[in-house]
């Protein structure tokens, strides 16, 4: 399981001193239980069971994978903003903690990949034009999650669909 990679990772961090995949792996630790806690919460409103309770609020390797691609987005929104602002000391320690966190994601999509799935879904659903791009991404999102940022397949969605 995905979260048992992480706390391994974490022990052989501290084993060998490194400082900044401990602070990354500790960080997308935190997030995690953070969301099992959230689970949890909602699960105790329905179940009284504490064992099952126990059982049923565990996050499932999608569900981390979600936590894992939202702690890259972030990455990536932050080198955008600090690039922006000409803190390329800031660029370059988010770009590192980016390359941490990926190696925790699944293989990434090629954006050729991409636009199949993308040109496919366009047949399945029908779409047109641009008042279209809802019901396509929700045809789309389903089948690349995980493996491709939203923005891309935005991007993508947007310039089939002009």
Same mark, same amino acid.
């Given at each position: 399981?995905?979260?048992?990679?992480?706390?391994? @990772?974490?022990?052989?961090?501290m084993?060998?001193?490194?400082?900044?995949?401990? $602070?990354?792996?500790?960080?997308?630790?935190?997030?995690?239980?953070?969301?099992e806690?959230?689970?949890? #919460?909602? $699960?105790?409103?329905?179940?009284?069971?504490?064992?099952?309770?126990?059982?049923?609020?565990? $996050?499932? @390797?999608?569900?981390?994978?979600?936590?894992?691609?939202?702690?890259?987005?972030?990455?990536?929104e932050?080198i955008?903003?600090?690039?922006?602002?000409?803190?390329? /000391? $800031?660029? @370059? =320690?988010?770009? =590192?903690?980016?390359?941490?966190?990926?190696?925790?994601l699944?293989?990434?999509?090629?954006? /050729?990949?991409?636009?199949?799935i993308?040109?496919?879904?366009?047949?399945? #659903?029908?779409?047109a034009?641009?008042?279209?791009?809802?019901?396509?991404?929700?045809?789309?999102?389903?089948?690349?999650?995980?493996?491709?940022?939203? #923005?891309?397949?935005?991007?993508?969605?947007?310039?089939?669909?002009?």
């Amino acid at each position: 399981m995905l979260k048992e990679k992480i706390n391994q @990772d974490i022990k052989q961090a501290m084993i060998n001193k490194e400082e900044l995949l401990l $602070l990354v792996l500790r960080g997308i630790n935190a997030v995690i239980y953070n969301k099992e806690i959230e689970k949890r #919460t909602k $699960l105790s409103k329905q179940e009284k069971d504490i064992k099952k309770l126990e059982k049923e609020s565990k $996050l499932t @390797d999608e569900e981390i994978i979600d936590v894992i691609s939202g702690e890259a987005k972030k990455r990536r929104e932050s080198i955008e903003e600090f690039t922006k602002g000409d803190r390329q /000391d $800031l660029v @370059d =320690k988010e770009t =590192k903690e980016l390359e941490i966190i990926k190696k925790y994601l699944p293989e990434q999509m090629s954006e /050729d990949a991409v636009k199949k799935i993308v040109k496919k879904a366009i047949i399945d #659903t029908g779409a047109a034009g641009p008042k279209d791009i809802g019901k396509l991404m929700s045809a789309v999102m389903p089948q690349v999650k995980g493996k491709t940022d939203g #923005t891309v397949v935005n991007k993508i969605v947007g310039e089939l669909l002009k």
